[in-house]
């Protein structure tokens, strides 16, 4: 049996998953924490590699490296790291996202170039940030790496210098239509020109570690999570994590000059327009804690409340919000009365509300002609028996819930077999999954809506 190894780098931790190459089959599995902060020193995502890893790598033929999207990693002329990288998370380019997209003429400017108006989470405003800020170790750059790239970079020796256009189309200075850096945007952002990574072809084997592993190109956490799911045109993946994200895989590029929408590249050479929120499942941990109740509770008392919540209506702004391109709002709770003041509607008006969001975002989809014909639901917070029950009828399409899996690192693993075998297409990995039933009206997505259109320029 042929074993392939996929690593998911992401926010809060570092999960690493060995598998059969033909099948998808798990075999062998580990995770380690990371900080919980919107900066990280690369060297933290290493030691969780390696703690994640231990013991687990013997016999595998391939490692892909899956990362979370748009993170800034400086390198110095002898690759040493500049700073800590600023993650996706780090709200302040805000102002240095508002410059830009002004400065190169507009969002629609951006879309053209790019595909994408870029927002405080995209690299390219972070590296304005970092050059106006941060003047003397900005000066000693050399080179940008993403997240993945980085660890990508230290599993082959420091010899794979190498990004893949998933990833890459999200830095706000590379064109997915076009598969080409635009090296005069970096220039306007950071001043002069850096090294950027070579962009590999999706299924290319860029290294290899020390113990002889093929490494493939890697790629960002939304697109490798596609391809842990298999998706096909008309399925949509709702993600829940940390931040929540709602994609899809087609054929052309994207272009919404709204903004809502970033016209990123999958890992297999086509494209995923992508929404993304800064609150999903932590709006949910959020609201428990302020209860006083674990996780489990928060969900039993959510579905003893009725849909609507009593007409209690959470905006969950809680830590700025990317779509729509809030980042200094806060939250909003809506419609208190002393009769709906009760922790079961509170606990449904968390869900509502952070559901509320993804269905904005799955909207502005369908606005690109993306057909939504299912939605996936993965994520920390699809476990939820609430958040399954109240999705279809916010989400308008019918809900599923594949197996719980670690789908970024299983799609990292994928393109790790992808590239050992060769071949056009990444092997099929049959993905199980299951239909939910609703439990919410329609009317609950209207209430939001009016709570969103009325506190939108109060929340400024």
């Known amino acids: ?19 059969d190459a033909d099948t998808g089959m798990v075999v062998r599995e580990g995770r380690a924490a990371h900080p919980d902060s919107t ?13 994640a890893s231990a013991g687990l790598l013997d016999g595998v033929g391939a490692i892909g490296v899956g990362g979370q999207q748009h993170g800034m990693v400086c390198l110095d002329g002898s690759g040493e790291v500049v700073r800590p990288a600023l993650l996706w998370n780090d709200t302040r380019s805000a102002p240095a996202a508002a410059e830009l997209v002004t400065e190169l003429g507009g969002p629609r400017a951006w879309v053209d170039a790019v595909g994408s108006v870029p927002v405080a989470s995209f690299t390219v405003t972070k590296l304005r940030w970092f050059a106006r800020a941060e003047p003397s ?26 990004t893949d256009r998933g990833d890459a189309s999200g830095t706000g200075y590379f064109s997915a239509a076009t598969d080409t850096y635009r090296t005069d945007i970096l220039k306007l952002a950071f001043g002069r020109e850096l090294r950027l990574p070579r962009v590999a072809a999706p299924s290319e084997v860029v290294g290899e570690t020390s113990t002889g592993a093929a490494l493939s190109a890697g790629t960002g956490d939304n697109m490798a999570a596609a391809l842990g799911l298999g998706l096909r045109p008309g399925d949509v993946v709702v993600s829940l994590g940390t931040s929540g994200t709602a994609f ?64 209690l209506t959470l905006l969950p702004y809680l830590d700025g919000e990317r779509t729509p391109n809030l980042p200094d709002a806060r939250g909003l709770l809506a419609g208190l009365t002393r009769g709906n003041a009760t922790p079961a509607n509170l606990a449904r008006a968390a869900v509502e509300g952070m559901l509320g969001g993804l269905a904005d975002a799955i909207d502005a989809l369908r606005a690109q002609r993306m057909p939504v014909n299912r939605v996936l639901l993965i994520g920390g917070a699809a476990a939820s028996a609430a958040v399954r029950a109240v999705a279809p009828a916010l989400f308008g399409a019918p809900v599923s819930v594949p197996d719980p899996a670690e789908y970024v690192a299983l799609g990292a693993a994928r393109q790790a077999a992808w590239a050992l075998r060769g071949g056009d297409e990444p092997p099929e990995w049959p993905v199980a999954a299951v239909e939910v039933e609703a439990d919410a009206t329609p009317e609950v997505r209207e209430a939001y809506a009016h709570v969103r259109d009325g506190a939108t320029e109060l929340l400024k």
């Open 1 to 19: 049996m042929a074993l392939v190894a996929g690593v998911d780098s992401s926010t809060q931790s570092t999960k690493v998953v060995v598998c």
């Open 39 to 51: 900066e990280a020193d690369p060297a933290l995502w290493w030691a969780a590699f390696e703690e």
């Open 137 to 162: 170790l900005a000066a000693r750059t050399e080179a940008v790496l993403l997240p993945h790239d980085w660890l990508t970079w230290r599993l082959g020796g420091r010899a794979a210098f190498t």
């Open 248 to 311: 899809g895989v087609c054929e052309v590029p994207s272009a919404d000059a709204s903004g809502l929408v970033a016209g990123f590249a999958d890992a297999t050479g086509r494209h995923l327009p992508l929404v993304c929120t800064l609150n999903a499942a932590r709006v949910l941990s959020t609201v428990a804690s302020l209860l006083g109740v674990s996780l489990s509770a928060l969900d039993e008392l959510a579905l003893s409340a009725p849909p609507g919540a009593g007409g």
